[in-house]
Protein backbone atom coordinates (compact mmCIF):
# COMPACT_ATOMS: atom_id res chain seq x y z
CA UNK A 1 0.00 0.00 0.00
CA UNK A 2 1.66 3.43 -0.90
CA UNK A 3 0.59 6.50 1.03
CA UNK A 4 0.65 9.97 -0.86
CA UNK A 5 3.55 12.27 1.73
CA UNK A 6 1.53 15.38 1.95
CA UNK A 7 3.33 18.70 2.07
CA UNK A 8 3.43 19.77 6.23
CA UNK A 9 1.45 22.79 6.24
CA UNK A 10 2.68 25.64 8.90
CA UNK A 11 -0.46 26.51 11.11
CA UNK A 12 0.13 30.76 11.46
CA UNK A 13 -0.44 32.62 14.67
CA UNK A 14 -3.14 35.03 13.89
CA UNK A 15 -1.51 38.56 12.63
CA UNK A 16 -3.30 40.52 15.83
CA UNK A 17 -0.15 38.61 18.35
CA UNK A 18 2.35 40.90 16.35
CA UNK A 19 1.85 43.81 18.65
CA UNK A 20 1.59 41.27 22.14
CA UNK A 21 4.21 41.30 24.24
CA UNK A 22 5.19 40.88 28.12
CA UNK A 23 8.75 41.43 28.97
CA UNK A 24 8.05 40.14 32.60
CA UNK A 25 7.45 36.63 31.75
CA UNK A 26 9.84 37.11 28.52
CA UNK A 27 12.93 37.69 30.88
CA UNK A 28 11.70 34.67 33.05
CA UNK A 29 12.60 32.46 30.61
CA UNK A 30 16.52 33.43 30.24
CA UNK A 31 16.57 33.14 34.12
CA UNK A 32 14.46 29.45 34.60
CA UNK A 33 17.10 28.15 31.81
CA UNK A 34 20.16 29.60 34.17
CA UNK A 35 18.50 28.02 37.11
CA UNK A 36 18.51 24.64 35.79
CA UNK A 37 22.35 25.11 35.52
CA UNK A 38 22.44 25.70 39.24
CA UNK A 39 22.89 29.46 39.23
CA UNK A 40 21.10 31.32 41.97
CA UNK A 41 19.21 34.21 40.49
CA UNK A 42 18.32 37.44 42.52
CA UNK A 43 15.04 37.76 41.19
CA UNK A 44 13.58 41.57 40.77
CA UNK A 45 11.65 41.03 38.16
CA UNK A 46 7.70 39.85 40.07
CA UNK A 47 5.36 41.61 41.70
CA UNK A 48 4.64 38.96 43.42
CA UNK A 49 4.29 39.35 47.31
CA UNK A 50 3.96 35.80 48.38
CA UNK A 51 7.46 34.58 46.55
CA UNK A 52 9.19 36.66 49.17
CA UNK A 53 8.37 37.38 53.03
CA UNK A 54 4.84 38.27 52.92
CA UNK A 55 1.96 36.04 54.13
CA UNK A 56 -1.79 35.77 52.75
CA UNK A 57 -4.34 36.75 56.32
CA UNK A 58 -4.92 33.71 57.77
CA UNK A 59 -9.06 35.05 58.39
CA UNK A 60 -9.13 35.27 54.18
CA UNK A 61 -7.66 32.10 54.11
CA UNK A 62 -10.24 30.26 56.67
CA UNK A 63 -13.37 31.70 55.07
CA UNK A 64 -12.11 30.27 51.76
CA UNK A 65 -11.90 26.78 53.23
CA UNK A 66 -14.78 27.03 54.91
CA UNK A 67 -16.64 27.91 51.19
CA UNK A 68 -14.84 24.54 49.98
CA UNK A 69 -16.28 22.43 52.51
CA UNK A 70 -19.64 23.86 52.18
CA UNK A 71 -20.05 22.25 48.94
CA UNK A 72 -19.72 25.81 47.30
CA UNK A 73 -17.45 24.80 44.46
CA UNK A 74 -19.74 24.93 41.07
CA UNK A 75 -20.52 28.06 39.22
CA UNK A 76 -21.33 31.39 40.85
CA UNK A 77 -23.40 34.26 39.93
CA UNK A 78 -21.80 36.02 36.34
CA UNK A 79 -21.48 38.84 38.08
CA UNK A 80 -20.30 37.45 41.43
CA UNK A 81 -21.40 36.10 44.60
CA UNK A 82 -23.97 39.19 45.85
CA UNK A 83 -21.97 39.50 49.69
CA UNK A 84 -18.96 39.97 47.90
CA UNK A 85 -20.71 42.11 44.91
CA UNK A 86 -22.57 44.58 48.18
CA UNK A 87 -18.45 44.60 50.41
CA UNK A 88 -16.81 46.25 47.30
CA UNK A 89 -19.66 48.40 46.40
CA UNK A 90 -19.37 49.58 50.05
CA UNK A 91 -15.89 49.98 50.16
CA UNK A 92 -16.34 52.17 46.83
CA UNK A 93 -18.48 54.38 48.43
CA UNK A 94 -15.93 54.44 51.28
CA UNK A 95 -13.50 55.99 48.66
CA UNK A 96 -16.15 58.33 47.80
CA UNK A 97 -17.57 56.88 45.01
CA UNK A 98 -21.12 57.91 43.63
CA UNK A 99 -23.30 57.02 41.21
CA UNK A 100 -22.59 53.29 40.76
CA UNK A 101 -23.93 51.55 38.42
CA UNK A 102 -22.83 48.40 38.51
CA UNK A 103 -20.37 46.19 40.31
CA UNK A 104 -18.77 42.93 39.36
CA UNK A 105 -15.93 40.38 40.04
CA UNK A 106 -13.45 39.05 37.77
CA UNK A 107 -10.74 36.76 37.39
CA UNK A 108 -8.23 39.42 38.68
CA UNK A 109 -8.16 42.93 36.95
CA UNK A 110 -6.61 41.84 34.06
CA UNK A 111 -10.00 39.84 32.93
CA UNK A 112 -11.55 43.13 33.98
CA UNK A 113 -9.79 45.37 32.09
CA UNK A 114 -10.13 43.05 29.19
CA UNK A 115 -13.91 42.42 28.77
CA UNK A 116 -14.39 46.84 29.55
CA UNK A 117 -12.11 47.69 26.74
CA UNK A 118 -13.91 45.00 24.89
CA UNK A 119 -16.85 46.04 25.41
CA UNK A 120 -16.15 49.34 24.63
CA UNK A 121 -13.56 49.39 21.57
CA UNK A 122 -13.84 49.01 17.62
CA UNK A 123 -11.51 48.34 15.57
CA UNK A 124 -9.27 51.10 14.14
CA UNK A 125 -10.82 53.40 17.62
CA UNK A 126 -8.09 53.81 20.18
CA UNK A 127 -7.36 54.62 24.29
CA UNK A 128 -4.82 56.66 25.74
CA UNK A 129 -2.49 54.69 27.89
CA UNK A 130 0.37 56.08 29.90
CA UNK A 131 3.91 55.36 28.51
CA UNK A 132 5.76 53.73 30.32
CA UNK A 133 2.00 51.35 31.25
CA UNK A 134 1.56 48.07 32.35
CA UNK A 135 2.26 45.82 29.46
CA UNK A 136 -1.08 43.89 29.47
CA UNK A 137 -3.19 47.28 28.45
CA UNK A 138 -1.00 47.63 25.27
CA UNK A 139 -1.48 44.11 25.07
CA UNK A 140 -5.48 43.57 25.19
CA UNK A 141 -5.99 46.78 22.96
CA UNK A 142 -3.86 44.85 20.20
CA UNK A 143 -5.72 41.92 20.12
CA UNK A 144 -8.91 44.44 20.12
CA UNK A 145 -7.35 45.51 16.72
CA UNK A 146 -7.16 49.40 17.83
CA UNK A 147 -4.62 51.75 17.01
CA UNK A 148 -1.77 52.16 20.06
CA UNK A 149 -2.05 55.87 21.33
CA UNK A 150 -0.07 56.07 24.30
CA UNK A 151 0.29 59.42 26.81
CA UNK A 152 3.73 60.29 28.44
CA UNK A 153 4.14 60.53 32.53
CA UNK A 154 6.82 62.71 33.22
CA UNK A 155 9.79 61.89 34.85
CA UNK A 156 10.89 65.22 35.38
CA UNK A 157 7.56 65.76 37.59
CA UNK A 158 7.46 62.75 39.47
CA UNK A 159 6.21 60.56 36.84
CA UNK A 160 2.67 62.59 37.23
CA UNK A 161 0.92 62.15 33.39
CA UNK A 162 1.79 64.82 31.04
CA UNK A 163 -1.13 66.34 30.65
CA UNK A 164 -0.52 68.68 27.73
CA UNK A 165 0.64 65.76 25.67
CA UNK A 166 -2.61 63.81 27.01
CA UNK A 167 -4.51 66.78 25.36
CA UNK A 168 -2.76 66.41 21.74
CA UNK A 169 -2.99 62.59 21.69
CA UNK A 170 -6.62 62.62 21.93
CA UNK A 171 -8.72 62.37 18.60
CA UNK A 172 -11.83 61.82 16.69
CA UNK A 173 -11.61 57.98 17.66
CA UNK A 174 -10.44 58.51 20.90
CA UNK A 175 -12.79 56.42 23.20
CA UNK A 176 -11.31 56.20 26.77
CA UNK A 177 -7.97 57.19 28.89
CA UNK A 178 -6.55 54.41 30.89
CA UNK A 179 -4.59 55.84 34.49
CA UNK A 180 -2.90 53.55 36.62
CA UNK A 181 -2.56 55.21 40.44
CA UNK A 182 -0.68 54.00 41.87
CA UNK A 183 1.45 53.40 38.80
CA UNK A 184 3.30 50.34 37.79
CA UNK A 185 6.24 50.18 36.31
CA UNK A 186 6.95 53.54 38.03
CA UNK A 187 5.53 53.43 41.82
CA UNK A 188 4.23 56.82 40.98
CA UNK A 189 1.05 58.27 43.18
CA UNK A 190 -1.14 61.33 41.24
CA UNK A 191 -2.20 64.36 43.04
CA UNK A 192 -5.50 65.12 43.33
CA UNK A 193 -5.00 68.24 40.79
CA UNK A 194 -3.66 65.92 38.16
CA UNK A 195 -6.50 63.64 38.87
CA UNK A 196 -9.10 66.55 38.24
CA UNK A 197 -7.66 67.48 35.25
CA UNK A 198 -7.48 64.34 33.24
CA UNK A 199 -11.26 64.28 34.33
CA UNK A 200 -11.33 67.26 32.79
CA UNK A 201 -10.02 65.96 29.62
CA UNK A 202 -12.44 63.09 30.05
CA UNK A 203 -15.68 65.52 30.52
CA UNK A 204 -14.91 67.17 27.67
CA UNK A 205 -13.90 64.57 25.02
CA UNK A 206 -16.44 62.21 26.54
CA UNK A 207 -14.22 59.74 27.48
CA UNK A 208 -14.75 56.80 29.55
CA UNK A 209 -11.72 56.53 31.93
CA UNK A 210 -10.39 52.79 33.26
CA UNK A 211 -8.97 53.52 36.79
CA UNK A 212 -6.46 50.97 37.90
CA UNK A 213 -6.63 51.11 41.49
CA UNK A 214 -4.98 47.45 42.77
CA UNK A 215 -2.09 49.44 44.53
CA UNK A 216 -4.34 51.68 46.55
CA UNK A 217 -3.71 50.07 49.89
CA UNK A 218 -0.14 50.40 49.46
CA UNK A 219 0.82 54.28 49.57
CA UNK A 220 3.89 54.22 51.33
CA UNK A 221 4.25 57.93 52.85
CA UNK A 222 1.26 58.18 54.69
CA UNK A 223 -1.02 60.20 52.41
CA UNK A 224 -4.52 58.82 51.55
CA UNK A 225 -5.12 57.79 48.12
CA UNK A 226 -7.73 59.51 46.10
CA UNK A 227 -9.93 57.46 43.74
CA UNK A 228 -10.52 59.02 40.66
CA UNK A 229 -14.10 57.96 40.45
CA UNK A 230 -14.66 60.34 43.56
CA UNK A 231 -13.90 63.69 41.54
CA UNK A 232 -16.26 62.35 38.74
CA UNK A 233 -19.50 61.17 39.52
CA UNK A 234 -20.61 62.13 36.18
CA UNK A 235 -17.92 61.04 34.64
CA UNK A 236 -18.06 57.50 33.12
CA UNK A 237 -15.71 55.28 34.87
CA UNK A 238 -14.52 51.89 35.57
CA UNK A 239 -12.42 51.79 39.18
CA UNK A 240 -10.31 49.07 38.91
CA UNK A 241 -9.27 46.95 42.35
CA UNK A 242 -9.09 43.30 43.80
CA UNK A 243 -7.09 41.56 46.55
CA UNK A 244 -4.29 39.94 44.67
CA UNK A 245 -1.49 42.98 45.85
CA UNK A 246 -2.72 44.83 48.94
CA UNK A 247 -4.43 41.71 50.48
CA UNK A 248 -1.35 39.05 49.35
CA UNK A 249 -3.33 36.38 47.24
CA UNK A 250 -2.22 37.22 43.71
CA UNK A 251 -2.67 33.36 42.96
CA UNK A 252 -6.50 33.59 43.63
CA UNK A 253 -7.43 36.27 40.96
CA UNK A 254 -9.84 38.35 42.76
CA UNK A 255 -10.38 41.29 40.91
CA UNK A 256 -13.45 43.08 40.43
CA UNK A 257 -14.66 46.12 38.34
CA UNK A 258 -16.89 49.52 39.58
CA UNK A 259 -18.95 51.38 37.29
CA UNK A 260 -20.12 55.08 37.53
CA UNK A 261 -21.20 57.69 36.55
CA UNK A 262 -24.84 58.86 34.43
CA UNK A 263 -26.97 55.81 34.51
CA UNK A 264 -28.72 56.49 31.22
CA UNK A 265 -25.36 57.19 29.54
CA UNK A 266 -24.18 54.36 30.87
CA UNK A 267 -27.04 52.16 30.09
CA UNK A 268 -25.46 50.64 26.62
CA UNK A 269 -22.06 49.87 27.55
CA UNK A 270 -22.90 48.13 31.09
CA UNK A 271 -25.43 46.12 29.09
CA UNK A 272 -22.42 44.89 26.76
CA UNK A 273 -20.31 44.65 29.59
CA UNK A 274 -22.86 41.87 31.23
CA UNK A 275 -23.29 40.35 28.17
CA UNK A 276 -19.30 39.56 28.04
CA UNK A 277 -19.48 38.32 31.90
CA UNK A 278 -22.36 35.93 31.21
CA UNK A 279 -20.99 34.42 28.23
CA UNK A 280 -17.45 33.63 30.16
CA UNK A 281 -20.34 31.73 32.93
CA UNK A 282 -18.17 32.88 36.28
CA UNK A 283 -14.93 33.85 38.02
CA UNK A 284 -13.08 31.91 40.58
CA UNK A 285 -16.44 30.90 43.48
CA UNK A 286 -14.78 30.23 46.20
CA UNK A 287 -12.33 32.84 46.29
CA UNK A 288 -14.82 35.51 46.41
CA UNK A 289 -15.96 34.40 49.84
CA UNK A 290 -12.70 36.18 50.55
CA UNK A 291 -13.82 39.69 49.73
CA UNK A 292 -15.98 41.07 52.86
CA UNK A 293 -13.81 39.55 55.77
CA UNK A 294 -10.80 41.01 53.73
CA UNK A 295 -12.27 44.35 52.79
CA UNK A 296 -14.63 44.49 56.18
CA UNK A 297 -12.10 42.12 58.43
CA UNK A 298 -8.94 42.92 60.01
CA UNK A 299 -6.29 45.31 58.19
CA UNK A 300 -3.20 44.72 60.70
CA UNK A 301 -1.65 43.24 57.80
CA UNK A 302 -1.11 46.70 56.12
CA UNK A 303 0.83 48.40 58.22
CA UNK A 304 3.62 45.70 58.48
CA UNK A 305 3.73 45.22 54.30
CA UNK A 306 3.85 49.25 54.78
CA UNK A 307 6.82 49.19 56.89
CA UNK A 308 8.69 46.77 54.69
CA UNK A 309 8.21 48.20 52.09
CA UNK A 310 9.05 52.15 53.16
CA UNK A 311 12.64 50.46 54.33
CA UNK A 312 13.24 48.40 50.89
CA UNK A 313 11.60 51.70 48.74
CA UNK A 314 14.56 53.70 50.41
CA UNK A 315 17.03 51.02 49.84
CA UNK A 316 16.51 50.64 46.31
CA UNK A 317 16.30 54.60 45.55
CA UNK A 318 19.39 55.42 48.04
CA UNK A 319 21.35 52.39 45.88
CA UNK A 320 20.06 53.57 41.77
CA UNK A 321 20.75 57.11 42.89
CA UNK A 322 24.70 56.34 44.15
CA UNK A 323 25.19 53.54 41.53
CA UNK A 324 27.38 55.21 38.25
CA UNK A 325 25.07 55.54 35.19
CA UNK A 326 22.17 55.32 37.38
CA UNK A 327 19.39 57.97 38.73
CA UNK A 328 15.72 56.66 40.01
CA UNK A 329 12.66 59.06 41.21
CA UNK A 330 11.71 58.00 44.68
CA UNK A 331 8.57 55.78 44.14
CA UNK A 332 5.85 56.79 46.60
CA UNK A 333 3.72 53.58 46.10
CA UNK A 334 3.42 49.81 44.98
CA UNK A 335 6.18 47.71 44.82
CA UNK A 336 8.24 48.90 41.71
CA UNK A 337 10.87 51.54 40.94
CA UNK A 338 12.09 52.71 37.53
CA UNK A 339 15.24 53.87 37.20
CA UNK A 340 17.14 55.96 34.55
CA UNK A 341 20.11 53.92 33.00
CA UNK A 342 22.71 55.82 30.72
CA UNK A 343 24.54 53.53 28.80
CA UNK A 344 25.19 53.06 25.33
CA UNK A 345 23.61 50.47 24.56
CA UNK A 346 19.82 49.32 24.73
CA UNK A 347 18.56 48.45 28.13
CA UNK A 348 17.23 45.57 26.68
CA UNK A 349 21.14 43.85 26.10
CA UNK A 350 21.39 45.52 29.31
CA UNK A 351 19.49 43.30 31.54
CA UNK A 352 20.11 40.45 29.73
CA UNK A 353 23.77 40.68 29.98
CA UNK A 354 23.26 41.82 34.00
CA UNK A 355 21.37 38.38 33.93
CA UNK A 356 24.00 36.20 32.39
CA UNK A 357 26.99 37.81 34.01
CA UNK A 358 25.61 39.07 37.61
CA UNK A 359 22.08 36.69 37.63
CA UNK A 360 20.19 39.37 38.84
CA UNK A 361 16.75 39.37 37.26
CA UNK A 362 14.99 42.51 36.29
CA UNK A 363 12.97 44.16 33.25
CA UNK A 364 14.26 46.11 30.29
CA UNK A 365 12.10 49.44 30.36
CA UNK A 366 11.38 49.16 26.54
CA UNK A 367 8.91 46.39 27.80
CA UNK A 368 6.92 48.88 29.24
CA UNK A 369 7.54 51.71 26.96
CA UNK A 370 9.30 54.42 27.56
CA UNK A 371 10.09 58.19 26.58
CA UNK A 372 12.03 58.71 23.52
CA UNK A 373 15.71 58.77 23.76
CA UNK A 374 15.62 57.54 27.79
CA UNK A 375 16.54 53.78 29.02
CA UNK A 376 14.74 52.59 31.81
CA UNK A 377 14.59 48.99 33.79
CA UNK A 378 12.00 48.08 36.26
CA UNK A 379 13.21 46.75 39.87
CA UNK A 380 10.66 45.00 42.01
CA UNK A 381 11.78 45.69 45.36
CA UNK A 382 10.16 42.77 47.55
CA UNK A 383 12.61 41.00 48.44
CA UNK A 384 14.28 41.38 52.13
CA UNK A 385 16.86 44.16 52.27
CA UNK A 386 19.88 41.22 52.16
CA UNK A 387 18.81 40.24 48.78
CA UNK A 388 18.45 43.62 47.71
CA UNK A 389 21.94 44.48 48.75
CA UNK A 390 23.02 41.77 46.78
CA UNK A 391 21.20 42.91 44.08
CA UNK A 392 22.30 45.94 43.82
CA UNK A 393 26.25 45.29 44.50
CA UNK A 394 25.55 43.08 41.44
CA UNK A 395 24.17 45.79 39.79
CA UNK A 396 27.00 48.30 40.61
CA UNK A 397 29.76 46.10 39.76
CA UNK A 398 28.03 45.66 36.42
CA UNK A 399 28.09 49.24 36.04
CA UNK A 400 32.14 49.31 36.96
CA UNK A 401 33.04 46.76 34.87
CA UNK A 402 31.33 47.64 31.63
CA UNK A 403 31.01 51.62 31.20
CA UNK A 404 33.51 53.45 33.55
Not at 105 to 115: H, R
Request: with cysteine.
Amino acid sequence: MSHTVKQLHIVPAAARLEHVRYAIRDMAVLAEQLAREGKSILSLNIGDPLIFDFQTPPHMITAVEKAMRDGLNGYGPSLGFPEAVESIRAEAERKGIRNIQSVFLTAGVSEALDICLTALVNAGENVLTPCPDYPMYSAVLAKLGTRPNSYLLDEQNEWQPDLADISRKIDSGTRGIVVGNPNNPTGAVYSRKTLERIVELARRHNLVIFADEIYDKLILDGEPHVSLASLAPDVPVVTFNGLSKGYLVPGWRVGWGVVSGNATALKPYIEGIHQLLRARLCSNYPQQFAVRPALEGPQDHLAEVRQKLRARRDLTVNACNSIPHMSCVAPRGAFYAFPKIDIPESDEQFAKKLLLEKHVLIVHGTGFGQAPGTQHVRIVFLPNEATLARAYDGIRDFMTEHYS
